[in-house]
Every structure is written in C-alpha cells, then in structure tokens.
C-alpha cells in the first residue's frame, strides 16, 4: 500500500513523497518544499532520481541496523521481518538531530512527540536497564532509531536522557575503554562526551553510559552531512577544515587535531564519518562547533585476541583521512596544550581495564606498554621538549 509521507525538520515540512507500506521503499518524491533544511546536499532540486536516492540512503541508515548484535531478538520481541519498520513506526525520532516524519494526513507537532522533551522511557527505578530495546517499549522510543552493531538504548534518569553501551567482543573492553578515553581527555581538558562504566543487576556485564551531547535547540550533523555536497575524492582533512571553518567554525582545526592525537594514543580504529561531525543550531541553521568528541570503545586493541596484539603495536587502522591513525598525525599543528603526563595516563589505563575479569594481566600489560610507545612516537613527532 503506498503512501505519503512528509519529511519535517522540527515543525518545517521539508520533503513529500510516496512510499509502500510494506516494503518501506521510495516510489516518488513530489516535491521538495524547503531545500535548505534537507539532511542531505542536493544542488538541484529537480532531480528526483537523486533525491529519491538519497532519502531512501537516509532512511537506511536512520535506524537499527541489520548488524545489530541482538537483531534477531528485537524482530521476535516486535514481531517484524525489518528492522527498518521499527523505525517508520517511530517517525524517525531520535535523540541526536531533529527530523522525523509521518503520514502527511497526519496533523502533529514537533513539540507534542519529539524525545528531547517529551518522556519515553518505561523502565522503573532500580530495573535492569540493559541490554538493548525490550517488550517494555511502544512504538514511539528513540530505541529504534540508532546505529551500530552494538547493543544500546536511551534511558531517562532524573528527566535526563542517557545513552547506555554494551560490548559486541568476547574481551567486552568496549564500555571499559569509553571511560579510560574520557578520563584521559578530560586530564587534558579536551572537550568530550563524558563516559562511566557500570555494571547490570542480574547478569554483571559491563556497560558504559553517557548524557546525550543534544537538546532541542542543538543537533549533531555527522561528518557524512558536512561532506555530502562534494566529490567522495575531495572529502580530506583539508576541505573538512575548510568547510567548517567557512561556515563560522573558526576553532575547527584545533578540535579536529584533539580527536586524531586521542584517536592515536588510544588506538581508535572507528573514528568512521558518523562518528565526528558539527553542531547546529536547528532553528537559525547556524553552525555552532565540532562536536564533542565521543564513541572511543572501539579502541586498545578490542576486537583481538592476545596473541593478535603483537602483529599491530603502535600504529592502527584509521577510518578517518588517512588509513593509519599514526599517518593522520601528518596534519596537525603543535598542540599547545600538551604536556607529558605519560604516567597518569597508564595509570587511568591500567585502572580503567583492571575491573575487567575477561582481560589477562599479561594483555594488560602489553596494552600499556604499546600506549607508551605511542606516546613516546607523538613526542617525538611534535619535537615535544621537556
């Protein structure tokens, strides 16, 4: 059965078009009524083809992936063959940016249904509040509309929104290393979304948990967004830096080379264009900063057995700018704010990681030696002086 649906930003209609019910794809865009608001580039607003293309990449990418680690019990739990559905039944709100959308026969408000505002969460105190979405929700949770393979769900404590981490590796470092990263960055004073790690009631695995970085004045763009209005070979550390910068981000380059120094130290191999991007003020459009940095779990060699560890050492893969994070460090200015706290920063470690029953001490030994390695590499790289 098709349908139209109307695409807002907030309380702005920015798109209508026809989609089947069932299959949840695209069937005609009739028209784009306010191009500016848009969550993808399109130059020109006649060609239907691209446009069609592009909300249907969005939608895609707008809800739980297939990759979940719990896919399978969420489908039986809702009785559904797609994930994708959840997400169409869920208007496509979510707790990081501000568009949505719905039947266009529909008469409803952005301020009457959005999760920034309106409570969501069915959990009562002191439940277990993990892992991932349960029977417990309706079809109106932010819980159907987030990405990755990682089991997660938005929680409400104290009227504020949380977003809690599991682990998809059998070391379940993941939520471990959120909060060590943290730690390490707020040692440094560099701007981050601040992590703890907890553990649930009834089967003691670990999860981490962080307050959402948006409210429903600021949403976070993805770098995704910030490039899709040039080539895929133009989208370099460069023109990231230049675009922000033109459009009033003027700090962009000092905040980017934070995230690529971290992402080296702590050996982030998923710093991927969903996760870093901008904040915007979703009512004037403006361009407020680089976000604050976030998702570090898959770092300190988390995916890899004991004995793989030694086959990587210092450097790791980068999914950001250059393929290797050592390589990114080719783009960075003197840090200013840098100085050698090679100790504290093993101690955070080897703290952080100690609590987790799964790792060896023998792992985490050569963890830490492999960071002061890195560390010892950096300085050298920026002629650091004592």
Known sequence: MEKE????????????????????????????????????????????????????????????????????????????????????????????DHYWLHEANLNIKWEDINHFDNIFDMVKPGEDVFPGVDK??????????????????????????????????????????????????????IKNVEYDQKWTKKENLPYSICKCMCNNINEYLNAGWVFSNIEFSSRNYINYIKI?????????????????????????????????????????????????????GNSFFHDMNDEDIKYFDVNTFSKAFKDKNQNNLEYIDYPEWYCNKKSKILEIIEQGLKPNKKLSNKRMDKIIDIVKKRIDVFEKIIKYDY
């Open 5 to 96: 649906y109307l695409l807002k930003h907030k309380n702005n209609e920015v798109l209508l078009f026809v989609m089947d019910n069932n299959s949840h794809e695209i069937i005609d865009i009739k028209c784009i009524i306010n191009k500016d608001r848009l969550p993808f580039f399109l130059d020109d607003i006649n060609n239907k083809i691209k446009c069609s293309i592009n909300l249907s990449e969005w939608i895609k990418g707008r809800g739980i992936p297939e990759s979940r680690k719990d896919n399978e019990e969420i489908k039986e739990n809702y009785n559904v063959k797609e994930l994708k559905s959840l997400m169409i039944k869920a208007m496509g709100l979510n707790l990081t």
């Open 136 to 189: 417990n929700f309706k079809d109106k949770s932010p819980n159907f509309c987030v990405d990755g393979s990682i089991e997660k769900r938005w929680y409400l404590i104290n009227n504020e929104r949380y977003l809690i981490k599991g682990s998809k590796y059998s070391k379940q470092q993941e939520p471990f290393n959120e909060k060590i990263s943290s730690l390490i960055m707020k040692e440094y004073g």
């Open 244 to 296: 922000c910068k033109e459009n009033g981000i003027i700090d962009a380059k000092e905040r980017i080379d934070e995230m690529i120094i971290i992402d080296f130290l702590i050996g982030n191999n998923d710093r991927h264009i969903g996760n870093y991007g901008i904040l915007r003020d979703s009512n004037s459009l403006k361009w407020i900063s680089i976000n604050p940095i976030f998702d570090n």
